[in-house]
């Protein structure tokens, strides 16, 4: 039974890994197809939001980001070409959904808290309050659009396995 459960806990891994892997070749095959100018916001966001995840990635080891050896300036702004592609994938997805019409129901929103709960020990209730409070609700449907219209993509892209 545990052989089983861990050879399904490593076929789930699998697979979800593949489907990152598609997502993101879809994407950057669909950046590399476009050439449009990226508001400097955008880009700066991006930068901004790395640098931010690589030190709560270390906050998270128990290291404090202040403390290690990391030139901060000079990590974000390694960042500008990887920012800039996502900044234009962001405005390419956004355009692909409202030209679509991808709506994000409740009942989505409704399941991804209650996932996101789960995996945190806390009730529905609880994270959906903590989320309004902070804002990120918004961030959590945006996040389930940009999935869907994903999945759209996947479902109407020929795909080459090399």
């Known amino acids: ?14 697979n979800r890994r593949v489907e990152r892997d598609v997502r993101a ?18 880009i700066e966001h991006h ?17 404090d980001p202040r403390k290690v050896d990391i030139n901060w300036r000079e990590y974000r702004e390694s960042q500008r070409d990887n920012s800039g592609k996502a900044a234009r994938a962001d405005i390419l997805l956004d355009e692909i959904a409202t030209r679509e019409d991808v709506q994000v129901l409740d009942a989505e929103v409704d399941a991804e808290i209650a996932r996101l709960a789960e995996g ?4 529905p209730q609880a994270v959906r309050a903590q989320m ?31």
């Open 47 to 63: 930068m901004t939001a790395r640098t931010e995840n690589l030190a709560r990635g270390l906050a998270y080891q128990g290291l």
């Open 25 to 42: 070749a879809l994407v950057e095959a669909l950046v590399a197809k476009t050439s449009f100018e990226v508001p400097e916001a955008l």
């Open 132 to 162: 309004e409070k902070e804002g990120d609700l918004a961030s959590v449907k945006g996040r389930i659009r940009e999935e869907k219209t994903l999945d759209l993509l996947k479902a109407n892209a020929s795909i080459e396995l090399t």
């Open 1 to 14: 039974a545990l052989r089983a459960k861990i050879r399904e806990q490593h076929e789930a891994n699998e």
């Open 120 to 123: 945190a020990g806390k009730s």
